[in-house]
């Protein structure tokens, strides 16, 4: 199963943006414990951005994107939101979502999920 990230395109800094997430084909069994959104700039990691949890819906964030970034979702639609406000030229990278089907590891951490996107780029000119 492969996750399918849209919504992403080039805006000027302080400008919003809505990112979707649905799966390409088929749909997570009951048991998927959360999604979440990571971002990779050109030359550097991937970094953590949001994740939530599946059934609990609660929210997790890294300070660099806090009180500006929001994730939600809709059960009904299988589908994850980001919504990015205010957004920066350091805003800019690939922004990938990704789910994780169990508790074990850290939220925060691609290592724990075991789904992935191709990602959808997001620009911030300044």
């Known amino acids: 199963v492969q996750l399918q990230a849209s919504g992403g395109g080039l805006v000027q800094a302080g400008a919003s943006l809505r990112l979707s997430c649905a799966p390409s084909e088929g749909t997570f069994n009951p048991s998927t414990y959360a999604r979440a959104w990571f971002r990779q700039a050109p030359g550097k990691g991937r970094e953590f951005v949001a994740a939530?949890?599946?059934?609990?819906?609660?929210?997790y964030y890294p300070d660099s994107v806090k009180g500006r970034f929001t994730i939600s979702k809709d059960n009904a639609k299988n589908t994850m939101y980001l919504y990015a406000d205010s957004l920066e030229p350091a805003d800019t990278a690939i922004y990938y979502c990704?789910?994780?089907?169990?508790?074990?590891?850290?939220?925060?951490?691609?290592?724990?999920?075991?789904?992935w996107g191709p990602g959808t780029q997001v620009t911030v000119s300044s």
């Open positions: 990704a789910a994780k089907r169990t508790k074990t590891g850290n939220i925060r951490s691609e290592g724990a999920y075991d789904y």
């Open positions: 939530i949890t599946w059934l609990g819906g609660n929210p």
